[in-house]
């Protein structure tokens, strides 16, 4: 069974400048996240899709992230303009169940984000 | 919050030794879940111990809940130098802003 796969692994940008992120979960799986994991912390949600639909966005900072998720499947996140605070690693995850009685979360590999 | 928050920060061992870390966290959970990342990889989840469970097993991974005291403990017995890695809890009652990862324990295992 193919992982999460995500893409690309690193980017380096000035600031100001803007970048495009791209998940695919696991086949069948309804439910994707985005995660931002600063170094040396653990991940924080930054959006969470059901299907199509955005379940959770309440910790994107909407004056510059926007996220989509294209006929319920591929998810692409996107920063204009970044910010240096902004360099870290994306992680996109997906899961078969939307509650978490039933499940874990299959995590892609992250996208590296360094921004000058 | 209901962040789970590990300890130690960070912890080193020979191989061949037991690892223990701990996780606490603040109000009731459904499960609590374990994840390991390697450097510069993502998540991997390592075990689910559900609420009403006090004790899992899965390989080398021993798992306890004390839902009284509001923590966790992660014990990895005879570890190896591949277990060197970071490791997360993930406590909450629902997936997304209510499921909360806690900034780890990094484990060193040195051969």
């Known amino acids: 069974e193919a992982g999460v796969a995500q893409s690309p692994r690193y980017k380096i940008i000035e600031k100001r400048q803007s970048v495009a992120f791209w998940c695919n979960p696991i086949?069948?799986?309804?439910?994707l996240y985005w995660y931002q994991q600063i170094l040396g912390q653990g991940p924080k949600l930054l959006i969470q899709?059901?299907?199509?639909?955005?379940?959770?966005d309440s910790q994107l900072p909407k004056d510059r992230f926007s996220a989509e998720r294209l006929k319920g499947v591929d998810s692409t996140l996107k920063i204009q303009p970044a910010k240096l605070e902004d360099s870290a690693v994306y992680l996109c995850?997906?899961?078969?169940?939307?509650?978490?009685?039933?499940?874990?979360?299959?995590f892609g590999e992250g996208s590296r984000l360094t921004v000058l | 919050s209901q962040q789970g928050e590990e300890d130690p920060q960070a912890l080193s061992i020979q191989e061949g030794e037991n690892a223990t870390m701990n996780c606490s966290y603040k109000?009731?959970?459904?499960?609590l879940q374990w994840y390991r990342q390697n450097s510069g990889r993502g998540l991997v989840h390592l075990i689910l111990?559900?609420?009403?469970?006090r004790e899992k097993h899965s390989g080398r991974l021993r798992v306890t809940l004390d839902t009284s005291k509001k923590s966790s403990s992660l014990l990895i017995t005879a570890s190896r130098a591949a277990d060197t890695a970071s490791y997360f809890c993930?406590?909450?009652?629902?997936?997304?802003?209510?499921?909360?990862f806690g900034p780890g324990t990094r484990l060193s295992v040195l051969p």
């Open positions: 111990i559900r609420s009403n469970e």
């Open positions: 995850a997906s899961s078969a169940f939307q509650r978490i009685e039933t499940g874990e979360l299959f």
């Open positions: 899709f059901q299907n199509n639909g955005v379940v959770d």
């Open positions: 993930a406590t909450g009652y629902n997936y997304g802003q209510n499921f909360v």
């Open positions: 109000t009731s959970i459904n499960n």
């Open positions: 086949s069948g799986h309804a439910t």
